[in-house]
């Protein structure tokens, strides 16, 4: 795996690359990959919104792909990576993987281990923007330098190839938000989420993150970068 990956957990990011019906009206969101290998991006609608794209397909370095949105249309985007399809588009991602073929078809990316789903380093940036206050949104920073130990996920050579959240891999209340820590006043930052938080300012840390966490345009195109300030 190349050492220059920046892993992150979609956990913290999936909320902001959500388009909330209504929002976008004739929208083009562009793919581009800045990383020095491919990105096979995914492409999940919400309920009731049609599968964009076959739901995924591959970028090479230095790539780009425009995806018109239909009006209203609402969805998640994520990368994968160390992805290998035969002719039939059968086969495997060592992140992200949507059950173990190249076209998602509407299903959501899988998670290397328990629920906690990696994804390549990605940013958001809304251009052309008609009305709305947009700024770029994503993260940039490589989680797995500062991972903690019991965050960690290691590769076949022992080195860090992702970072889980807290409620992967403890899977208790706190971490997770749930039971009696299932609402905005008994969930809150933990030591964990404090780490991510500060790494990745615009990204959720943990499920209540929303007020820093939340890019709001009422019209306007995007462009979703992999890897944004990857050097080759």
Same mark, same amino acid.
């Given at each position: 795996?190349? !050492?220059? &990956?920046?892993?992150?957990?979609?956990?913290?990011?999936?909320?902001?690359?959500?388009?909330?019906?209504? $929002?976008?009206?004739?929208?083009?969101?562009?793919?581009?990959?800045?990383?020095?290998?491919?990105?096979?991006?995914?492409?999940?609608?919400?309920?009731? $919104?049609?599968?964009?794209?076959?739901?995924?397909?591959? &970028?090479?370095?230095? $790539?780009?792909?425009?995806?018109?949105?239909?009006?209203?249309?609402?969805?998640?985007?994520?990368?994968?990576?160390?992805?290998?399809?035969?002719?039939?588009?059968?086969?495997?991602?060592?992140? =992200?993987?949507?059950?173990?073929?190249?076209?998602?078809?509407?299903?959501?990316?899988?998670?290397?281990?328990?629920?906690?789903?990696?994804? &390549?380093?990605?940013?958001?940036?809304?251009?052309?923007?008609?009305?709305?206050?947009?700024?770029?949104?994503?993260?940039?920073?490589?989680?797995?330098?500062?991972?903690?130990? =019991?965050? $960690?996920?290691?590769?076949?050579?022992? !080195?860090?190839?992702?970072?889980? !959240?807290?409620?992967?891999?403890?899977?208790?209340?706190?971490?997770?938000?749930?039971?009696?820590?299932?609402?905005?006043?008994?969930?809150?930052?933990?030591?964990?989420?404090?780490?991510?938080?500060?790494?990745?300012?615009?990204?959720?840390?943990?499920?209540?993150?929303?007020?820093?966490?939340?890019?709001?345009?009422?019209?306007?195109?995007?462009?979703?970068?992999?890897?944004?300030?990857?050097?080759?």
């Amino acid at each position: 795996m190349d !050492s220059t &990956l920046i892993l992150l957990l979609s956990l913290l990011l999936f909320s902001l690359f959500t388009l909330f019906p209504g $929002q976008v009206m004739g929208a083009k969101m562009v793919f581009s990959n800045k990383c020095g290998f491919p990105v096979w991006p995914g492409v999940q609608p919400s309920a009731g $919104q049609p599968v964009l794209a076959r739901g995924g397909f591959m &970028l090479l370095p230095n $790539q780009a792909y425009s995806m018109e949105l239909p009006n209203r249309w609402s969805g998640r985007v994520w990368g994968r990576h160390g992805c290998f399809f035969d002719a039939a588009g059968r086969g495997h991602c060592a992140t =992200g993987d949507c059950g173990g073929t190249l076209y998602c078809a509407g299903a959501g990316g899988e998670p290397p281990a328990t629920l906690a789903e990696i994804t &390549l380093a990605i940013s958001i940036t809304p251009f052309k923007a008609a009305s709305g206050s947009c700024a770029p949104a994503g993260c940039i920073s490589d989680l797995n330098t500062m991972c903690p130990a =019991g965050l $960690q996920v290691r590769g076949p050579r022992g !080195s860090v190839v992702a970072c889980k !959240s807290a409620c992967s891999a403890f899977n208790l209340a706190k971490y997770c938000c749930t039971g009696t820590f299932g609402s905005p006043q008994t969930c809150k930052p933990t030591a964990y989420s404090k780490i991510f938080k500060a790494a990745c300012p615009r990204a959720y840390s943990y499920a209540y993150d929303d007020p820093t966490s939340i890019a709001t345009c009422t019209r306007g195109n995007y462009l979703v970068t992999f890897c944004p300030h990857h050097r080759h």
